[in-house]
T-cell receptor, first 113, second 112 residues
Framework: NAGVTQTPKFRVLKTGQSMTLLCAQD?????MYWYRQDPGMGLRLIHY???????AKGEVPDGYNVSRLKKQNFLLGLESAAPSQTSVYFC????????????FGPGTRLTVL | AQSVTQLGSHVSVSEGALVLLRCNYS??????LFWYVQYPNQGLQLLLK??????LVKGINGFEAEFKKSETSFHLTKPSAHMSDAAEYFC??????????FGKGTTLSVSS
């Protein structure tokens, strides 16, 4: 049981390049989330999904797209990276209960030059 | 809009001293409240959560938090700090049981 895994762990992009971050969970959770963490800002929600094939915008969705084609995977895409997207990205998942715990992946550190 | 305020971005204590990390929330309905801990270069780990079963919640590593509705607070405490408690701590609220709204975090430093 690996929990929540994220690929890659580190990445450096140039402005304008695109990339996809992959999140996978093996807990059969319905809900999945993408957050970004910036110094002094806490974690902010980018997009989330309440089930396979569904996605919704969070607090800071601009510049990102997501897809949930399979229940266990949640992809975060950057179509044209900008320096403002330099951040640490965390994926999380949880079951559908209102008070269920969110489980976090180890994070992806992205630098956009 | 729901929000979480963590008072003090940085708290320093001596080993063996009381740890008190403050969290206040705004919510029009009783929320679900969480404390997470993040060690350097790691993801977030759940310390404890309040789900209305009991106002005093005990978590891992000797931490506990008390839900006070009248003060809209959910402060985190530990009677005696250990060096291994040095980390960043996040308070979060889940008003509707889906997404979490995080505070900005408090970095705890523990000196010997």
């Amino acid at each position: 049981n690996a929990g929540v895994t994220q690929t890659p762990k580190f990445r450096v992009l140039k402005t304008g390049q695109s990339m996809t971050l992959l999140c996978a969970q093996d807990m059969n959770h319905e809900y999945m989330y993408w957050y970004r963490q910036d110094p002094g800002m806490g974690l902010r929600l980018i997009h989330y999904s309440v089930g396979e094939g569904t996605t919704a915008k969070g607090e800071v969705p601009d510049g990102y797209n997501v897809s949930r084609l399979k229940k266990q995977n949640f992809l975060l895409g950057l179509e044209s990276a900008a320096p403002s997207q330099t951040s640490v990205y965390f994926c999380a998942s949880k079951d559908r209960g209102l008070d269920d715990t969110q489980y976090f992946g180890p994070g992806t550190r992205l630098t956009v030059l | 809009a729901q929000s979480v305020t963590q008072l003090g971005s940085h708290v320093s204590v001596s080993e063996g001293a009381l740890v008190l990390l403050r969290c206040n929330y705004s919510s029009s309905v009783p929320p679900y409240l969480f404390w997470y801990v993040q060690y350097p270069n790691q993801g977030l780990q759940l310390l404890l959560k309040y789900t209305s079963a009991a106002t005093l919640v005990k978590g891992i590593n000797g931490f506990e938090a008390e839900f006070k509705k009248s003060e809209t607070s959910f402060h985190l405490t530990k009677p005696s700090a250990h060096m291994s408690d040095a980390a960043e701590y996040f308070c979060a609220v889940s008003p509707a049981g889906t997404a979490l709204i995080f505070g900005k975090g408090t970095t705890l430093s523990v000196s010997s």
